[in-house]
Structures are given as C-alpha cells and as structure tokens.
C-alpha cells in the first residue's frame, strides 16, 4: 500500500512564507515524477509545481520566482517552500507522485489527502 503524508499546511499572513512537506512510504521501487497541485473551492485542480526523480522543475508561471520545489529521494520526500503568499493562493494544496511500486511493472500516479493552506490577514 502507497501512502503519501503531507505536512506543513496553517494559516500565514499575506507576504509570508510556507513549507510543506509530503512523504512517501509502502512498497516503493522507484518514484519518477513529484508535484504539488491546489485546488480552491469551486475551482478546478491545478498544477503549481513538479520535480523529476533527478531534479527538473516545472512551474505554474502565477508562481514563478516565489515558489521553489525540492525533494530528498534518500527520504521520499518531496518539498515545495513558498513564500511572498497571495490572499488568492488560498487553496488545498495536494501531493502528488508518479511511481512504480516494487511488485508492479508499472508507473501510476497516487495523490496525498491535501493540506489546508489559507493567506489572511
């Protein structure tokens, strides 16, 4: 059984910073791809940034330059530090990682349960 554990989601003041966390544990043979995506209520999912198993991003370009992702692939864990927060990135924010656990001969996608992000003063 894949799990992925998000952590790091609260309540910051707009302009503040924000880390979050998303650890991936089960029967892991090889993780590919990483990512984060948010979704406000009633809006659609949408992607904010990926990361590659050797380090290549992708970023949504509302989030260029205030967002970074990183991950530890000793830990499987994946990162995403964001700073200068909007009041409209008030959202979900959900993990997400594209993987081939060890008995399968195959790459599929899992989703974390989200983490509650809210920009407010």
């Known amino acids: 059984q894949v799990q992925l554990v998000e952590s790091g989601g609260g309540l910051v003041q707009p302009g503040g910073s924000l880390r979050l966390s998303c650890a991936a544990s089960?029967?892991?043979?090889?993780?590919?791809?990483m990512g984060w995506y948010r979704q406000a209520p009633g809006k659609q999912r949408e992607l904010v940034a990926t990361?590659?198993?050797?380090?290549?991003?992708n970023y949504a370009d509302s989030v260029k330059g205030r967002f970074t992702i990183s991950r530890d692939n000793a830990k499987n864990t994946v990162y995403l530090q964001m700073s200068s927060l909007k009041p409209e990135e008030r959202a979900v924010y959900y993990c997400?990682?594209?993987?081939?656990?060890?008995?399968?001969?195959?790459?599929?996608?899992?989703w974390g349960q989200g983490t509650q992000v809210t920009v407010s003063s």
């Open positions: 997400n990682a594209r993987l081939k656990q060890s008995w399968s001969s195959r790459f599929d996608y899992y």
């Open positions: 990361i590659t198993s050797v380090g290549s991003t």
């Open positions: 089960g029967s892991i043979f090889s993780i590919d791809t």
